[in-house]
């Protein structure tokens, strides 16, 4: 039942950084991004364009989306939360915006500052507008598999949410385990219900692995069937308006993982394993991965 082929999203350069509190070089991370796309990852998620306020790590994302070489085959994307942002990321011309949004009371409120009906309108009003743009949409839903503020969130209401994104026009949807709480068992289950509703080509899915589950519940994903996966080179990452989360799984250990299973994919992994050392020597601190920490024994 395994897929043939998997893409692998690599959402390091906005999804990890956005949680390191030292300011990275502006350079180093058009560096970095350089190298990724040397890796033969097809899609890149290069920064977000929320409030500096809130994110100050990238509030440089106007340059790094301009100074960065786009490599052909390679769809660089970027967070969007509204109007202002979706103006940045049309001036530094991005392939595709990501909106995104929870799918409990709580966590939206926290991480956008709005009631999850209050976000509705802002998120179509961007949707439409990056349309006509000629921008592709992809969108996320956060907290599918729980909530550091509520708990456990109702499977009817992530369902409920999807719809509302998808009748908004998005192109791909991405479930969120913001805080890694999820198991394989509830993947599961969550996954099958939601089979249902929408067809494995139009979800990902974008395991955090705060708790060491992401690979397990990456291989439920897989055995259903399901193909799409962000991922952040060396685990690196975290969601800074969720406490306690941490890294999404690792990109390495994703696609050792996938090669040594098997399934056909593209990814130079020693090729990533350089760029992991490179974003390890400027932050100053290692990377949390397996394959990461393998190749700095070797
Ligand atoms: P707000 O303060 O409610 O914004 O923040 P506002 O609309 O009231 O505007 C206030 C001021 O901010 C205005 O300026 C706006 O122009 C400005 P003023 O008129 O006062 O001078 N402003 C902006 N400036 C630059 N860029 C913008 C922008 N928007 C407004 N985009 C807002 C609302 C959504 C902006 C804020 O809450 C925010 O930036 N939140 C983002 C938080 C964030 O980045 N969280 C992490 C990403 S989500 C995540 O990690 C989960 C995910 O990985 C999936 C998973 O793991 O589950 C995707
Ligand atoms: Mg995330």
Known sequence: NLPKQVQIKEVGPRDGLQNEKQLIHTEDKINWINQLSESGL???????????????QLKDAVEVAKSIKRKEGVTYGALVPNMKGLERALEADVDEVSIFMSASESHNQNNINK?????????????????????????YVSTVFGCP???????NQVIDVCHNLFDMGIDELSLG????????VQVNQVLTKMEAHFSKEQLALHFHDTRGMALANTLIALQLGYHTFDSSLGGLGGCPYAKGASGNVATDDLV???????????IDLNKL??????????????????QMGISRKA
């Open 177 to 184: 385990d913001t805080i890694g709480v999820a198991n394989p």
């Open 115 to 139: 009631s999850i009906s209050d976000t509705y309108p802002v998120l179509r009003e961007v949707v439409d507008e990056a349309k006509q743009a000629g921008k592709s949409v992809r969108g």
């Open 149 to 155: 503020y509520d708990g456990a969130v109702d499977e």
């Open 273 to 290: 394993l350089e760029a992991g050392h490179f974003i390890e020597s400027s932050l100053g601190q290692p990377l949390p991965s397996k």
């Open 42 to 56: 097809s899609y890149i998620e290069i920064t977000s364009f929320v409030h500096p306020k809130w994110i100050p």
């Open 256 to 266: 050792h993982m996938l090669q040594e299973m098997g399934i056909e994919q593209s």
